[in-house]
């Protein structure tokens, strides 16, 4: 199986690729989302070149390709290629399973089985009133039963949305859901370690479960600080007297 074609089907906020081999087969991927126009640029300029005509019969040597198409592009690293040859990865996996007529999971060493969503406004410009309405809305409409919401300001160097927002939002969001709703958040890279550790405790106390990229990602050493505190913690509630 050759590649033939790569085409795109691309929105500011959203990609799709159709990629067609010689013999007709074709799989479908998807782009990352925001800004899938730019990648789906990058996948026609900067990937498609290096792949066109490609064997893509063996999945094991799937990864060499996608590797030395990105070592081609060695001066254009980061996010927007790995964006673009997602979309090229996902389609070769989705024309395989098409072929061998196995889902993509199975393929991978895995197996069938439901998978749970939660609901997410992924909106920071929400009072936390509207936001529980909209959860509630959707967890009567759709059946959602886990949801997860903005804290903080997107990397927001330790400030909020606007003041007082996340002391707001957390207890707001459980009281309106109730305690059978299982609650998760997204702080975007917003606080350093100590700010954390203090947004944490009211996350505890609020039973949510997820606490998603409180320090900035590329902050190896805030992280590093945050799970220390966070494994210390853990081993002084757990720790037992002989």
Known sequence: MKIASIETFSTRYVGLVRLTTASGEQGWGQLSTYHSDISADVLHRQVAPYVMGEDISDLSTLGDLLDRTYEKQHKFPGSYMCRALGGLDTAIWDLHGKVTGKPVCVLLGGKVKSLRAYASSMKRDITPKD????????????????????????????????????????????????????????????????????????????????????????????????????????????????
């Open 131 to 242: 936001e529980a309405e909209r959860f509630k809305r959707l967890r009567d409409e759709c059946g959602y039963d886990a949801f997860k919401f903005r804290i903080g300001a997107e990397v927001g160097r330790n400030q909020d949305e606007w003041l007082g927002r996340t002391e707001e939002i957390i207890p707001t969001i459980r009281r309106e859901l109730g305690d059978d709703a299982t609650l998760l958040v997204d702080a975007n890279s917003c606080y350093i370690p100590e700010r954390a550790i203090e947004v944490g405790a009211i996350l505890e106390d609020n039973g949510v479960s997820h606490f998603e990229e409180p320090c900035p990602y590329w902050d190896h050493d805030a992280t590093k600080k945050l799970l220390m505190h966070c494994r210390s913690t853990y081993l002084a509630a757990n720790r037992t007297t002989i």
